[in-house]
């Protein structure tokens, strides 16, 4: 009888260790920027100081001494540099505790600390935020 009971307990204890099936490697940066990879045919590899890693569709390249972390995740990051961020669309960056963007007239736009709760956006302190524009995410370190 004791057997049958260890024999059903170590089944039930089995069957809660599944293993996690994650989609991306998330590769953190010393300054906060992260880079997301799909893990299908990833393959990373390591030459002249860096971590190089390339699933056939995308590549990432980052030296280890800048290396923060890397991480499995179910989601990409939709984070990306610290410093501000510049495309040919859109320009955000806080300057003197205030946000700047170009973003177009009515845009939505909404700014998070890193407790989740939103704050004005013209008294930032130093400090990371979030700042969602018409439902694009940047992470902005104000100094």
Request: a positive charge; hydrophobic letters at 40%; glycine letters at 12%.
């Amino acid at each position: 009888m004791k057997h049958i009971l260890l024999t059903c307990l170590g089944l039930l204890f089995g069957l809660g260790l599944q293993a996690q099936s994650y989609d991306y490697l998330t590769l953190r940066t010393l300054n906060g920027d992260e880079t997301s990879l799909g893990i299908d045919n990833l393959r990373i590899t390591f030459a002249d100081g860096k971590l190089n890693a390339d699933n056939g569709r995308e590549s990432a390249s980052v030296l280890l001494a800048d290396m923060s972390c890397m991480f499995f995740s179910l989601q990409p990051t939709g984070i990306g540099s610290q410093a501000g961020l510049t495309d040919a669309s859109l320009q955000v960056r806080i300057v003197g505790g205030r946000l700047i963007t170009n973003a177009p007239a009515g845009s939505s736009i909404r700014v998070y600390g890193v407790d989740g709760r939103q704050v004005s956006t013209t008294r930032l302190t130093a400090g990371t935020y979030l700042v969602n524009i018409n439902g694009r995410t940047f992470k902005l370190l104000a100094k």
